[in-house]
């Protein structure tokens, strides 16, 4: 797994997370084994291709961190 990927569990959100980033995708209720195991292969797949611009660099916080 990449170490950007983490599992959140809250009383908001219960599910896979970027830290990077606003991608995020919720957990769905699965009865067995290998339906956890399909969900955790899409959730990987679907993060591999999601496109991480850290909130450090977006346009309006490079404006901020610059005083503008």
């Known amino acids: 797994m990449n170490e950007r990927m983490a599992w ?10 970027c830290r990077e980033c606003s991608w995020a995708v919720s957990a ?8 956890v ?3 955790n292969r899409a ?3 679907g993060f591999e291709k999601h496109h991480c611009v850290p909130a ?4 309006k916080a490079r404006a901020q961190a610059a005083g503008k």
Do not use: C, Q, Y
């Open 37 to 39: 195991l399909a969900f």
């Open 56 to 59: 450090s660099e977006k346009p």
């Open 8 to 17: 959140i569990e809250n009383e908001h959100f219960k599910g896979w997370h």
């Open 43 to 45: 959730a990987h797949g």
């Open 28 to 35: 769905i209720r699965v009865d067995t084994t290998v339906a």
